[in-house]
């Protein structure tokens, strides 16, 4: 594969919250650490993301030492929210998967919903050891995730997205592009592989750390949304739809666990191993 590296290292401590660029960070075995262990969820449970509040691109949550996290949004005053002690859990609904989570304090309640303008709470994952397996069809026995979509990493690749952007170029949306990475909200951002090997790979080491690409990530309307306005187009959806429809799902990126844990860094060589 050449001189491939980590380019840049991405976590999002609130789904769906904007994501926080890292020189380093320690991956444990759900996740990169501090990678959504923080989620909305409406009054029925189910989790709340930029599919059905884009302005959520707008909210940054800072971590803090300890777990804990710092809230900032446009029109608020800033909120520090500690790790809730251990407490009764509440039901969250994230697709498929049920699982339990320890609810925020109620400022932290009231600061969200007045940002969204609708009844939300924070919900802080107590023990991702223990609280949601990855998908069976996907995983090995004991593998767990955070509040991810699915997966405990994403990893993309810049010349893939170059690809896509000369792909978007082409089409009847043009002006859209070209798309920054943030579109695809990876952990992991590869360069120096050649556009689309991602495809090909099913064992990587970043560094010293191995990973198991489990499955290609298929991309939803969040893709559309402007991370810096919370405005939607049509793009990428559209050209993902002509040129990497993959097993019915429209694919940029893959997702990955981890083999063991360890702490990547900007600069790591990307091997891949199988």
């Not at 650490?33 to 949550?61: C, F, S």
């Not at 991810?148 to 952007?165: E, H, K, R, Y």
């Not at 499955?215 to 002509?242: F, H, I, N, W, Y």
């Amino acid at each position: 594969m050449g001189n491939a590296e980590l380019q840049s290292i991405h976590v999002h401590p609130v789904k769906a919250f904007r994501g926080l660029s890292l020189p380093e960070v320690l991956v444990e075995p759900w996740g990169p650490a501090g990678d959504r262990r923080w989620v909305l969820i409406d009054d029925g449970g189910k989790v709340v993301t930029q599919r059905q509040q884009p302005r959520l691109a707008l909210a940054v949550a800072e971590l803090l030492p300890g777990g804990g996290i710092r809230l900032s949004a446009p029109g608020l005053d800033p909120l520090t929210v500690s790790v809730p002690e251990p407490a009764d859990t509440v039901r969250v609904e994230i697709w498929q998967d049920k699982v339990e989570g320890v609810p925020a304090d109620a400022a932290a309640h009231a600061w969200c919903s007045a940002y969204l303008g609708t009844d939300v709470r924070l919900v802080h994952m107590d023990d991702p050891a223990t609280r949601r397996p990855v998908d069976p069809e996907y995983a090995l026995p004991g593998e767990t995730v955070s509040f991810a979509d699915g997966f405990p990493l994403l990893l993309t690749s810049a010349a893939s997205l170059d690809a896509l952007n000369a792909l978007i170029a082409q089409g009847d949306r043009a002006a859209e592009g070209p798309l920054p990475m943030n579109r695809f909200r990876p952990n992991l951002v590869v360069a120096g592989s050649a556009p689309w090997a991602e495809d090909d790979w099913s064992r990587i080491a970043v560094g010293a750390v191995e990973f198991r690409v489990a499955k290609p990530c298929g991309r939803c309307v969040v893709t559309t949304t402007d991370q810096s306005s919370a405005e939607r187009g049509r793009e990428p959806l559209l050209s993902l739809g002509r040129h990497r429809r993959i097993g019915g799902k429209l694919v940029f990126g893959q997702n990955l666990v981890p083999v063991s844990p360890g702490t990547v860094r900007v600069g790591d060589p990307v091997r891949v191993l199988a």
